[in-house]
């Protein structure tokens, strides 16, 4: 039978894999390692048709998983309760993860990849997670990974050196900042590393951080060099998100969000930018809104699967059901379908925490003719905007 690799990469974020003593990881893949808000906290695998996912490991609901990966004559394979569900390749640790920064920092303490592109986070701890009582997202795990497994605070030159080193290397086109909350200094604090990433780099820049209530710094963070925002509100449902994110319930409140999502959409254009919400923590129903209202204001949606990390105020809440989440993909794919919203665009950004919406296809039931003048718009748009891209390119080496 054929395999849909979007739906083994859904599944296996919902339950996660065990690791066979056959695995030789400490030879063959990239260290597990905790970073950021903790998606990234996995295996990092390569699925059929070139699918990355990180794929939970240490995790308690790991435990009652039927996958297991195991290594038969120097190949990888996933097994479902014991039959064979597909090969995997395993990337290599890249070997400027080993290399310092002038200033001696450890490179892979100052960005890590995740799938192909770089994440880095760059400034200090989420002031949320400083807060007494703390008011830090439920699930985040920021607060027990800096310091610990990345460096706390990185200077601009490490940062400008570390990309350089994975673009040359790793031959990555996109870095990804993201940060916590500082009282209204978000986006300021991440401009100056965006500058000189995009100055000294030419790559492209994405910026994750709490929305900003003066939307004019949206304006400066674009002649800075920001090609992409994410806004994380992370769930649609009143009550939920103030349970589940007290500091941004208290300091921001989701309409901060919403505002910021529609400005930027008419300052960039539809498909720049995203929404980015957790699938697994309030009733379907609310998270399809959540994508309704995502593409309404010309997004795309970034769809997290709830992932229990070791550590967090949620780490004993159960993982999501995998059909519950197929729903909630397909439903992603269906309106960005229906809305025309440009998807999986910027050459070589394939990510291995979430399932994309250029990964929707794997999730569309059938395949009519919407379908194919969607996919036909998309490849055309890819061709034209690569093609631009590496002419820039050719300038900046
Ligand atoms: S805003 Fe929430 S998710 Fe982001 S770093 Fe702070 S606590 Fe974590």
Known sequence: MKQNPGKIKLELYCKGIKIDDSCELAEDAQPIQRTRAGLGSGLEVILPAG????????EEFVRDTPFLLVKRGGCYYILRNGET?????LPRQPDWYRKKTP????MSRVGVMQGTYLGVYPTKICSYWDDDPKRNCKF??????IGKYEQAEKSVEDVVETARAAKRESKITFVHFNAGYYGGDELLAVEPYVKAVK?????LVGVQVPPSKDLRQYDRLVASGVDHFSFCFELWNREKFAEVCPGKQDTLGQEVFYAAMKYTAGLMGVGKNSGEIIAGLEPLADTCRALNFITDVGCFPTVCVFRPLTGTDYEKTPSPKY?????????????????GIPTGIAPNVKVSIVVLPYEGRYFAEGWGLKDVWYSFKLALIRVVFRSYFRLKMLFKR
């Open 51 to 58: 699918l990355l996912a990180n794929i939970p490991v240490t």
């Open 85 to 89: 569900v597909c090969p995997v390749k």
């Open 323 to 339: 059909e519950e989440m197929l729903k909630v993909f397909n439903h992603m794919y269906r309106v960005c379908r229906d809305k």
């Open 140 to 145: 985040c795990s920021t607060g027990l990974n």
């Open 103 to 106: 200033s001696g920092s450890l």
């Open 199 to 203: 100055q000294e780099t030419g790559l």
